[in-house]
């Protein structure tokens, strides 16, 4: 059974950092692509960030490209976020996927981690 725990989330003033960690289970996470998406206050769920099985690979939404970093520890099953220079618009619950180019792999999703970027 797949499982997906996020963590690291809070509260943070604009121009903070912040590093997200994603622990997964239940299939083999060192075969997969993982990504992280997110999901704004009364909007959709989107992509953010993915990295390819070895991490050498990664891929970003314009919005955090330059701002945020995922990588990824095959050893631990944890695929993390570093984001930094954050802004307002940045808040959201995020989480953490296989994908398949940008999209989500599996149906089922963790319970995300709550960012709130506010001074």
């Known amino acids: 059974q797949v499982q997906l725990v996020e963590s690291g989330g809070g509260l943070v003033q604009p121009g903070g950092s912040l590093r997200l960690s994603c622990a997964a289970s239940g299939f083999t996470f060192s075969s997969k692509s993982m990504g992280w998406f997110r999901q704004p206050p009364g909007k959709e769920r989107e992509f953010v960030a993915a990295a390819a099985w070895s991490g050498g690979t990664t891929s970003y939404a314009d919005s955090v490209k330059g701002r945020f970093t995922i990588s990824r520890d095959n050893a631990k099953n944890t695929v993390y976020l570093q984001m930094n220079s954050l802004k307002p618009e940045d808040t959201a619950v995020y989480y953490c996927?296989?994908?398949?180019?940008?999209?989500?792999?599996?149906?089922?999703w963790g319970q995300g981690t709550q960012v709130t970027v506010s001074s």
């Open positions: 996927n296989a994908v398949i180019g940008r999209r989500p792999s599996f149906g089922s």
